[in-house]
T-cell receptor, first 114, second 111 residues
Framework: GAGVSQSPRYKVTKRGQDVALRCDPI?????LYWYRQALGQGPEFLTY????????KSGLPNDRFSAERPEGSISTLTIQRTEQRDSAMYRC????????????FGPGTRLTVL | SQELEQSPQSLIVQEGKNLTINCTSS?????LYWYKQKYGEGLIFLMM?????EEKSHEKITAKLDEKKQQSSLHITASQPSHAGIYLC???????????FGAGTTVTVRA
């Protein structure tokens, strides 16, 4: 079956532009997570949804970052007025349960801000 | 959040040899997860450990969680080129959903 998909896979943008990163979780998965991974580091938690409700956004670096999951399925992570320090791999994961358990990760979106 | 340290940072092993990766936490681990990352792909789930002293194996990979639940090891027996990649340990704490990850261990298998 289909796994978690993310689009675009690569995004190059100029500083100051807004970007929207999309995550399509495994069908029926209740929980959806966003992580950011810098080169040579492990993923770092950004935010988390159960169904359409954003349960925790404490990992979002600042108010330029926002995420939504309006129908409890596809999620969009938006970064406004991008800065060079936003360059990273952005990973999405989904899970069939609302408590901790195996998270299924997508291939990620590599964001480069020039 | 959990602070996880992985060692070594990288290692090169001859094909057929064994290798061990360690993951140490500053706090008691509620759940410890091992993932493998390959270039251009997502993180692949390997194993999850929850109980002190627990050990799980899948094919040639064995993961253990110590009794105090603050350290885990991942052991690969008779390594193959397919074992090459970045191995990440992740852990959840009392929050029940956030995963904190170590920085990863890069494994290279030489033919």
């Amino acid at each position: 079956g289909a796994g978690v998909s993310q689009s675009p896979r690569y995004k190059v943008t100029k500083r100051g532009q807004d970007v929207a990163l999309r995550c399509d979780p495994i069908s029926g998965h209740v929980s959806l997570y966003w992580y950011r991974q810098a080169l040579g580091q492990g993923p770092e938690f950004l935010t988390y949804f159960n169904y359409e409700a954003q349960q925790d956004k404490s990992g979002l670096p600042n108010d330029r970052f926002s995420a939504e999951r309006p129908e409890g399925s596809i999620s969009t992570l938006t970064i406004q007025r991008t800065e060079q320090r936003d360059s990273a791999m952005y990973r999405c994961a989904s899970s069939p349960q609302t408590v901790i358990g195996e998270q299924f990760f997508g291939p990620g979106t590599r964001l480069t801000v020039l | 959040s959990q602070e996880l340290e992985q060692s070594p940072q990288s290692l090169i092993v001859q094909e057929g040899k064994n290798l061990t990766i360690n993951c140490t936490s500053s706090k008691t681990l509620y759940g410890l997860y091992w993932y493998k990352q390959k270039y251009g792909e997502g993180l692949i789930f390997l194993m999850m450990l929850q109980k002190g002293g627990e050990e799980k194996s899948h094919e040639k990979i064995t993961a253990k969680l110590d009794e105090k639940k603050q350290q885990s090891s991942l052991h690969i027996t008779a390594s193959q080129p397919s074992h090459a990649g970045i191995y990440l340990c992740g852990a959840d704490g009392a929050s029940d959903y956030k995963l904190s990850f170590g920085a990863g261990t890069t494994v290279t298998v030489r033919a």
